[in-house]
């Protein structure tokens, strides 16, 4: 069975920085595309970031310069650096991975981690 947790998530002054990570567990194979979105109250998931498996990366506009996603593929676990954190933020983030078992290939989802900015 697989699994993926997230931490790291928090509370920060704008301006400030926080680094959630997303670690994936259980009879994985391989994985494919690690991924970062968010959901604010009110508003429809959104893609921040997205990191294949070889490295290649893609950011929202938004975050764009103030964002990094980084994964450790030893460890099966991604990252994401966030800077210069703003109020709009502000939202519960949730990692997605495409992950190959011996019998299957799906995505998956973390169980979220919340992240608020305070101006």
């Known amino acids: 069975q697989v699994q993926l947790v997230e931490s790291g998530g928090g509370l920060v002054q704008a301006g400030g920085s926080l680094r959630p990570s997303c670690a994936a567990s259980?009879?994985?194979?391989?994985?494919?595309?690690m991924d970062w979105y968010r959901q604010a109250p009110g508003k429809q998931r959104e893609l921040v970031a997205l990191i294949t498996s070889t490295g290649s990366t893609h950011y929202a506009d938004s975050v764009k310069g103030r964002f990094t996603i980084s994964r450790d593929n030893a460890k099966n676990t991604v990252y994401l650096q966030m800077n210069s954190l703003k109020p709009e933020d502000t939202a519960v983030y949730y990692c997605n991975a495409e992950i190959r078992t011996r019998l299957t290939f799906a995505n998956y989802w973390g169980q979220g981690t919340q992240v608020t900015v305070s101006s």
């Open positions: 259980g009879s994985i194979f391989s994985i494919n595309a």
